[in-house]
């Protein structure tokens, strides 16, 4: 059966979890080039693709792998490939265009030291602040993170449901940890799990504007192949698709690409809330560095220390205001994670001096520790 995994309890690794929450989605198109630590995801869907009738290919590298992804989601398959962080840098500017021409599919960055080829075998969450600013120009971006195979799973869903509403590259940034670390996964049977699709058109193809957005700020893309002709450009374009030097049409555009994220915000963020309710200090963690911070935030209780958790789970668009909502009545932030401040300079930004904000970094290859954490709270209080 296509969906053979579906309402079983399994042992799979993160890796795995994100190509079966894929197809889960309805995905059906793979195009990557291999990369550690990110490649089981392409390995798992190249044996798994066959048994739901998908396609994968390998390209000659990641450049083309991201066009490949854009060609097929202009034909309304949902598509997808998965990276690491040379890798990552090397699709920026398909994923620009996949921006600036609204085109749906999810990049997958399972992320590992660096910089350039760095610690390939090893964590790391230095790519964050690439995922918001990697490619050139203004337009939104959402990009999510996990701390957990199945939370992996839920998020793969979750980032093919945003890029068909908001018709926009969505990015998962995983982890080596995250990718590779073996452990239980409930698989949902297929038809309990919420897929959206993009709109499709209610107006004739001779009535059709392709980036004509009536109801709001986001397109309805025909699928090629359906009747409609349109032009896909990366040039700054007006609502016919074709590229236009009028002043206002790209003025509007670019304000568009990121108004669309912005009016949506309180839908796309989703937050983690752990032991806030009474906190004098916050833990604000993402990805692996959050599986920790709980664990230090029991150990901080135990010990008499009001610690309190707020784990992200949308890094992009960053949560500003529910940060700064808890800046007025606790005394201080501490932020772990795998870089030299990435986003503890996003915390920083929201809490607008309201409360000190205390750093905790690794960059060696080695995880934060429960216990760093707890020793970071403790300096603080």
Known sequence: MPDRYAGRTMMMQGNQACAEGAMAAGCRFFAGYPITPSSEIAEWL???????????????????????????SLTGVKAMTATSGPGFSLKQENIGYAAMAEVPCVVVDVQRGGPSTGMPTLPSQMDVQQARWGAHGDHGVIALTASSAQETFEQTIRAFNLAETYMMPVLLLLDEIVGHTTERIVIPDWDTVERIDRKQPEVPPDEYLPYRCPEGLIPVLANFGTGYRYNITGLCHNETGFPTNNKQENESLVIRLTEKIVAHRNEIIRLKRMMLDDADIVIFAYGTVARSARQAVMECREQGIKAGLLEATVLWPFPTEEVYALAGSVNAFVVPELNLGQMAREVELAVRCAAPVHRLNRVDGDPITPLQILDAVKEVV
């Open 46 to 72: 190249a044996l798994r693709f066959p048994e739901v009738g998908g396609k994968f290919i390998q390209m000659e590298d990641e450049i083309g792998a991201m066009g490949a992804v854009i060609g097929a």
